[in-house]
């Protein structure tokens, strides 16, 4: 089992800076993919982006592409997402989720999940 939670959502206006955290914990994370999706209002689940936590690579959505950027912190066991230059069109339910492989960009590969943290932005 792994458990993650997540942190750091708020409202904010077009422009402005977030960085949300997920603290993962239970298991050895570094057989884990670490992605990131988010969720509208009426919309399906989208894809963020993901993180390989043995390695650091990362995988970004042409969406956020430059303008969000994931990090890590290994002695806290956490990974952050800092969205810069944020839109209105960001607002969503972020969710930070695990997986040991396959299609990073689908959700159905991702076997834990966080309860989510809430982003809003204002225009």
């Known amino acids: 089992q792994v458990q993650l939670v997540e942190s750091g959502g708020g409202l904010v206006q077009a422009g402005d800076s977030l960085r949300l955290s997920c603290v993962a914990s239970?298991?050895?994370?570094?057989?884990?993919?670490l992605g990131w999706f988010r969720q509208a209002p009426g919309k399906e689940r989208q894809f963020v982006a993901v993180?390989?936590?043995?390695?650091?690579?990362?995988y970004y959505d042409a969406s956020v592409k430059g303008r969000f950027l994931i990090s890590k912190d290994n002695a806290k066991n956490t990974m952050y997402l800092q969205m810069n230059s944020l839109k209105p069109e960001d607002t969503a339910v972020y969710y930070c989720?695990?997986?040991?492989?396959?299609?990073?960009?689908?959700?159905?590969?991702?076997?834990?999940w966080g309860q989510g943290t809430q982003v809003t932005v204002s225009s």
């Open positions: 239970g298991r050895d994370l570094s057989n884990y993919y």
């Open positions: 989720a695990a997986s040991i492989g396959g299609n990073l960009r689908s959700d159905r590969i991702y076997d834990y």
């Open positions: 993180f390989t936590w043995k390695n650091g690579g990362t």
